[in-house]
C-alpha cells in the first residue's frame, strides 16, 4: 500500500457508505484487490464538483425546490482515534460543502447511529439559514413502548428539540411493511395519525409520508389510504438491482419497479433510498467494475447507480450515507448536474449488469445496521460484509474441487479474525430472532448467521479440502 501512496487510515476512509468493513477485510490479505486498487484511484484523482450546477426536483404540493441529491444522516463519520464517538468537526465541514453545492435535503431518525444522528445533524444545519436546507426524519416507534400515543408523540416532540428546528419539512412514518396490524397499532390504534393530520394542518409539520420495507399488500393498503391522508411522499428502495430482482433475490421483497409505478399513478413524489445497497453497488465484483469502467472511464462505477436512481422523473430526491467527503463529492458530480441515463444505458443496467449481480447469490446485507446492537454482542453486518466480499472476489473456500482451497481457506479464516473479533462472530448466535423483525431487507439473519457458523466450523476441521462447503 505504501507503493500506491495511500495509507491505511485514508485507504480505510475510501470505502466507508456501507463498505468500510469490506475494506478491512484487507488486513488479512497480503494485496489489495484490483477493483478496490481502482476505486482508491478514482477518489484520489477525484475532480473538485461544480458549484451553481445541482439538478432540483420540484415538490407539487409545497412547490419545494429539493435537491437530487439527498445526504442521509445514517453513516456518519466518527472519531479516528474513539471509534464511539462522533465526529462532529467533520459533519459540520461536510454539510456546510454540501449545502455549498446546492444540496439541501438531509435525512434523519431518531434511531440513526446509535440514537445520535438527529443531535448531530441539528449541531451542523443549526449553524445554516432554516431556509437554506429542508429536514426529513421519522417516528421510528419500533419499539412497543412507544406504541403509545403519549410515548409516540414523545418522539415526535424529541426530534425538533435535537434537530433545533420548530417545524419538519418532510416527516415519515418509518418502516412501513412488516404486516397492517403491526401499523394499525403504531399509527392508526393510538390516534397518531389523527395527530401528525393535526400538526401538518399547523404547519409543523409540512410533508407528511411514509417509509416502506416489506410486504406488498401493505404497501397497496397504506397506498390506497392516500384518499384519506393525502401522502405527500414516499420513500422506497430503488436501484438497478432491486428494479426487477428484489422479489427474486428475496421473495420478501418488492421490485422497484411496482413501487414506483404504484406511487407515480397518484402522483405521489418518490425519495430514493439504497441507490448503492449500502456500497454494494460501488463495489462489484473487478469484471463487472472493468465492463462498466470500459463505457465510461471518467465516471465512478457508483456513479451509475445514482445516475439510474436520479434518471425517472418521479423521484424527488436520492438518498446517500455519505461517511466521508470522497463520497459526497463523487455523488455531487453525479448530480450537478444530473446526465440522465438513455434508453440504452438503462436495458444495460437492467439485463446485463444486474442479472450478473443476481448470479452471485449475496446475502442481501445493505450494512444499514437496523439489526444492531445484537444483545450478545454479535456483529451481524460485519459478518455479512465479510462472507459477501470474498465471494464477489471469488476467494471463498469451495472444498472439493477448488484448486486454491487452502490458500482461501486460511485468507478467510485470518482475514474474519481480523475484522469481527471472536466473541463477536456467528458462533455466539443463540438463536434469539430479536434482529430479524428489524432487517429492512427482510434476511432471515439467524438462519444466514447459523450458515456461516457452519462453514466456519467445517473449514477449521478440513484444513486440506476433503469435502465439499455447505456455504451460506
Not at 468493513?21 to 481502482?38: F, M, R, W, Y
Not at 428489524?438 to 486440506?464: A, G, S, W
Request: proline residues 5%.
Amino acid at each position: 500500500m505504501k507503493d500506491k501512496n495511500i495509507s491505511r487510515r485514508s485507504f480505510l476512509k475510501l470505502f466507508g457508505a456501507g463498505a468500510v468493513g469490506t475494506a478491512a477485510t484487507l488486513a488479512g490479505c497480503k494485496n489489495v484487490n484490483k477493483a478496490e486498487e481502482q476505486a482508491a484511484s478514482e477518489y484520489k484523482n477525484q475532480v473538485e464538483p461544480p458549484v451553481g450546477k445541482m439538478t432540483y426536483r420540484e415538490n407539487p404540493t409545497t412547490k419545494d425546490k429539493v435537491s437530487l441529491l439527498g445526504y442521509g444522516m445514517m453513516r456518519l463519520p466518527m472519531k479516528v482515534d474513539n471509534g464511539d464517538e462522533f465526529d462532529q468537526d467533520m459533519i459540520n465541514k461536510q454539510v456546510d460543502y454540501a449545502i455549498e453545492h446546492g444540496l439541501n435535503y438531509f435525512d434523519t431518525s431518531p434511531v440513526y447511529c446509535q440514537g445520535k444522528s438527529e443531535h448531530c445533524t441539528g449541531i451542523a444545519l443549526h449553524r445554516h439559514k432554516r431556509e437554506e436546507y429542508f429536514v426529513a426524519t421519522k417516528l421510528s416507534n419500533f419499539n412497543p413502548e412507544y406504541h403509545s400515543r403519549e410515548k409516540a408523540i414523545e418522539m415526535y416532540r424529541n426530534s425538533m428539540k435535537e434537530l433545533q428546528v420548530d417545524y419538519i419539512d418532510y416527516y415519515l412514518l418509518h418502516s412501513v411493511g412488516g404486516g397492517m396490524e403491526e401499523f394499525e397499532k403504531r399509527y392508526l390504534n393510538n390516534g397518531m395519525m389523527d395527530y401528525l393530520l393535526q400538526e401538518r394542518q399547523a404547519g409543523r409539520i409540512r410533508n407528511l409520508g411514509f417509509s416502506f420495507h416489506g410486504k406488498q399488500e401493505v404497501f397497496d393498503e397504506v397506498l390506497a389510504m392516500h384518499d384519506k391522508y393525502h401522502w405527500d411522499f414516499v420513500q422506497i428502495e430503488l436501484n438497478y438491482l432491486d428494479w426487477d430482482f428484489a422479489n427474486e433475490i428475496n421473495n420478501r421483497n418488492v421490485d422497484a419497479s411496482y413501487l414506483y409505478a404504484e406511487l407515480h399513478k397518484k402522483g405521489i413524489p418518490a425519495v430514493i433510498m439504497e441507490p448503492l445497497l449500502g456500497g454494494r453497488l460501488a463495489n462489484l465484483p473487478q469484471y463487472l467494475m472493468t465492463e462498466l469502467k470500459s463505457r465510461n472511464p471518467e465516471k465512478s462505477v457508483a456513479s451509475w447507480a445514482f445516475r439510474y436512481a436520479g434518471t425517472p422523473e418521479g423521484v424527488l430526491t436520492v438518498l446517500s450515507g455519505m461517511t466521508y467527503m470522497e463520497h459526497l463529492k463523487d455523488n455531487l458530480l453525479s448530480y450537478c448536474p444530473l446526465t440522465p441515463l438513455t434508453e440504452e444505458e438503462q436495458r444495460y443496467l437492467d439485463k446485463e449488469i444486474a442479472q450478473k449481480i443476481v448470479g452471485l447469490e449475496n446475502i442481501p446485507c445493505n450494512d444499514c445496521k437496523y439489526c444492531m446492537p445484537c444483545p450478545y454482542g454479535i456483529d451481524i453486518p460485519a459478518i455479512f460484509v465479510h462472507y459477501n466480499k470474498c465471494k464477489n472476489e471469488g476467494s471463498l473456500p469451495m472444498g472439493a474441487g477448488d484448486a486454491e482451497y487452502r490458500k482461501h481457506r486460511r485468507q478467510y479464516l485470518i482475514s474474519l479474525d481480523r475484522v469481527v473479533p471472536r466473541d463477536r462472530q456467528p458462533d455466539h448466535c443463540i438463536q434469539c430472532g430479536q434482529c430479524e423483525p428489524h432487517c429492512p431487507q427482510n434476511i432471515r439473519i439467524p438462519r444466514e448467521l447459523r450458515k456461516i457458523d457452519e462453514m466456519i466450523e467445517q473449514l477449521k476441521r478440513d484444513p486440506i479440502g476433503i469435502g465439499n462447503i455447505d456455504r451460506a
